[in-house]
């Protein structure tokens, strides 16, 4: 039993040293993109790189504006469709 006790807190100790290694590869590689923030680990083990906060402000105003087109143009052609099916008869 002990001896299990012993492989697992090995086995803890290298998952330790691997997360240390995979957030410094994480940090170079990151400051090459300028749109994301510094990765950081959560206390689950999730890894969460986040995007600039200005870039997902405009990413949602671009977001609800393709919307308001897309709700625009469906009503629009929907319209369209009555008009010339009542046009018909």
Same mark, same amino acid.
């Given at each position: =039993? @002990?001896? &299990?006790? /012993? ?5 803890? $100790? ?10 410094? $590869? ?5 400051? #090459? &993109? ?10 689950? !083990? ?8 200005? =870039?997902?402000?405009? /990413?949602?105003?671009? @977001? !609800?504006?393709? #919307?308001?087109? @897309?709700?625009?143009?469906? #009503?629009?052609?929907? !319209?369209? /469709?009555? /008009?010339? @099916?009542?046009?018909?008869?």
């Amino acid at each position: =039993m @002990s001896e &299990y006790m /012993r492989e697992k807190k090995k086995t803890a $100790a290298e998952n330790a040293e691997q997360e240390k290694q995979l957030m410094k $590869a994480l940090y170079k590689l990151i400051e #090459t &993109y300028p749109n994301y923030e510094k990765p950081y680990l959560r206390k689950d !083990g999730d890894i969460v790189i986040p995007l600039d906060a200005v =870039m997902k402000q405009n /990413r949602a105003a671009f @977001s !609800g504006l393709a #919307t308001v087109f @897309s709700e625009f143009m469906k #009503t629009d052609i929907e !319209g369209q /469709r009555k /008009r010339y @099916s009542t046009w018909v008869k």
